[in-house]
């Protein structure tokens, strides 16, 4: 018999001696409603370094596969042997070489993405995990989205964040792909507030029941108190200091040359919010790089990717690291499940 305990973020289940979230019971539940649909795998760039992670995924969880699409051009997909359901797009005669981008290749990423992202909307897949793509070769083709981030927001609706985890840090951005002098003029309330939410939400669906929010300064020592920068004392930490009433772990704006540290396994901050894109990549790729995982927040569907590019320097060569794409297929199943808990 189960016994249920009232707390602040919910009940709690005693099973066998042994103390559990609730929503542990309850997304099992909504996740069984789920079981037949699959989560979908794009090959992002097929000359880059995707397929061959994929492929490595794959061989190394014969059982896992069964829940698995790929989608991908029909010669990658002939090439292994899987229990994996395989989609083709593309021209079935395309076959790509590792290491040499071509416009066809950038279309077949395309497609992926275009047949996953309608997958997801149809009710077909749960979510997506996407391998790299090539920015520069998708614009050659007329592609019009920043990344990917962009075009899974433009597919789905929704008000996108990009994020990262699944090694020692969490980091969210309020703004990516924007040149660095647009950035101050961009930091609105509505924007904080938005990133300040998917920064609780990543917090929660890692099962941190009260998220301490680390907010990086957009000056050197976070203005010091308007001596280096006024941002931070006229409007953002007023805007963060209204919202510590909805997110009381939330902090002021705090000097981003040391909250990283902070915000490592032990220390004071579950999550931090970085004000625009090298702030936040740069520290997380030197402690993470193999591991991080980026997740797209704010969206109806569960989207997340390897924290790397297509690495078309080594790509075929049998020397790409397969760790970050395994997080990311782990992070994408843990939003899942959490997402199925609050149905």
């Known amino acids: 018999m189960l016994k ?60 896992a596969a069964r829940e698995i699409a790929v989608i991908g051009p029909a010669s ?24 040499r981008p071509t416009g066809e290749g950038a279309l077949v990423a395309w497609a992926a993405m275009e047949r996953a992202a309608a997958g997801c909307k149809d009710g077909e897949f749960c979510g997506v995990v996407t391998g790299p793509v090539s920015k520069a070769e998708l614009a050659a083709i007329g592609f019009r989205f920043p990344g990917q981030t962009e075009f899974f927001a433009a597919r789905w609706g929704g008000d996108p964040v990009m994020a990262f985890c699944g090694g020692r840090l969490r980091v969210v951005l309020a703004t990516w792909h924007v040149a660095l002098h647009e950035v101050a003029r961009l930091l609105g309330p509505h924007l904080l507030h938005r990133t300040v939410a998917a920064a609780d939400t990543l917090c929660r669906a890692e099962g941190i029941a009260a998220p301490r929010i680390g907010v990086c300064g957009l000056n050197p020592h976070a203005g010091e108190g308007g001596l280096l920068g006024y941002e931070e004392r006229d409007f953002l930490n007023p805007a963060l200091d209204h919202l510590r009433a909805e997110f009381p ?30 702030q936040g990549l740069a520290p997380l790729k030197v402690i993470d790089f193999d591991e991080a995982v980026n997740v797209t927040l704010g969206l109806p569907h569960v989207r997340t990717s390897p924290d790397h590019g297509t690495a078309f320097g080594i790509a075929g060569k049998g020397v790409a690291r397969p760790r970050s794409f395994a997080n990311a297929v782990k992070v994408a199943r843990r939003l899942i499940a959490a997402r199925a808990a609050r149905l």
């Open 76 to 99: 990658w997909l002939k090439s292994f042997a899987t229990a994996a359901e395989k989609i083709d797009v593309g021209l079935r005669k395309y076959s790509a070489t590792p290491g």
């Open 249 to 278: 772990g939330l902090s002021r704006c705090e000097p981003g040359d040391t909250l990283f540290a902070r915000a490592l396994p032990g220390g004071e901050f579950d999550v931090v919010i970085a004000l625009y894109h090298d």
């Open 4 to 63: 249920t305990h009232p707390t602040k973020r919910g009940a709690r289940v005693d099973r066998g001696g042994k103390t559990f979230p609730a929503f542990a019971f309850s997304a099992t539940s909504a996740l069984k409603k789920l079981s037949a649909k699959k989560l979908a795998f794009t090959c992002g760039d097929p000359a880059g370094v995707g397929p061959e992670i994929i492929a490595t995924w794959l061989a190394a969880h014969p059982a």
